[in-house]
């Protein structure tokens, strides 16, 4: 009979194959990327490093909590559990540092100026994707329709009230006093831009608090399994007893 209660340990085992196998797609994602680091990091990207050490840990700490649980040891449980508590707070702190950079670049998109907009609005390049931008994105202005001044452009023109955009707010009536169409975008593109940037933040996020759910999931049943070796070796009964 086995220290640990059968059901646990199959359990245990089960979820930590499934992580070593997307541990091994992740690592095999990381050597196909490998050979492209040297353009990420030439233009200003992450460098890839991190990326080899969170797919390592996710390959390598299942395989830990494989082993410790066939060879059923306190020593590898405690190890598992204290890798877990680790990974558990670097996840946390992962994710409450997306969460304040989201909230940083919405402030900082919210409090925006018609000085950021300036450069925009001087060069005519810049000027022409910005009217191209508009017509895709339901949008009008940089920061505000009054970027365009007194002369808003066509690109601006709420065609119709019912027209479904994800991160469009409706129509409004144009400023008073300018010309152009009547109805025009009530959002503006760096709100439509922040929204882009919302969804890439939503799934980090999502991502870094699910592990630190699962870190606390594995660290809780490395906990009854520890006790469950502790109370057989001190002459206890497991959870898993025999029918007398």
Same mark, same amino acid.
């Given at each position: 009979? *086995? ?7 199959? $359990?245990?085992?089960?979820? @930590? ?17 490998? !050979? ?9 990207? !992450?460098? $890839? #490093? &991190?990326? &080899? ?44 540092? =997306? ?8 402030? /900082?998109?919210?409090?925006? /100026? ?13 000027? #022409? ?14 920061? %505000?329709? @009054?970027?365009?001044? @007194? ?12 027209? =479904? ?7 409004? +009536?144009? !400023?008073?006093? +300018? ?6 975008? +009530?959002?503006?593109?760096?709100? =439509? ?12 996020? *999502? ?5 630190? =759910? ?7 049943? /490395? ?13 206890? %009964? %497991?959870? #898993?007893?025999? /029918?007398?």
């Amino acid at each position: 009979m *086995g220290k640990i209660n059968g059901c646990i340990k199959c $359990l245990f085992i089960f979820f @930590n194959v499934v992580f070593a196998l997307l541990g091994g797609v992740l690592v095999y994602g990381a050597v196909k990327a490998t !050979p492209f680091s040297h353009q990420f990091t030439a233009v200003g990207g !992450p460098s $890839l #490093a &991190w990326t &080899w050490v969170f797919a390592l840990g996710v390959l390598i700490l299942p395989v830990l909590g494989i082993v410790a649980a066939c060879m059923e040891k306190q020593l590898l449980f405690k190890i598992f559990a204290g890798f877990m508590v680790a990974g558990m707070i670097i996840m946390l702190i992962f994710g409450i540092v =997306v969460v304040v950079a989201r909230n940083t670049l919405k402030d /900082s998109l919210d409090s925006a /100026s018609a000085e950021v907009a300036k450069p925009f609005m001087e060069d005519e390049a810049m000027r #022409a994707i910005l009217m191209q931008f508009e017509e895709q994105g339901h949008c009008c202005g940089v920061v %505000s329709s @009054n970027d365009w001044g @007194n002369n808003i452009p066509q690109s601006c023109e709420c065609k119709d009230q019912n027209t =479904v955009f994800p991160f469009s707010t409706g129509c409004e +009536a144009k !400023p008073v006093g +300018a010309s152009g169409p009547d109805e025009i975008y +009530a959002t503006s593109c760096s709100g =439509v831009i922040f929204e882009f940037f919302n969804i890439f933040f939503k799934i980090i996020m *999502g991502i870094f608090f699910t592990f630190a =759910v699962l870190a606390l999931l594995g660290l809780l049943m /490395s906990i009854l399994m520890i006790h469950q070796i502790r109370k057989h070796d001190s002459g206890g %009964s %497991s959870m #898993a007893m025999k /029918s007398y």
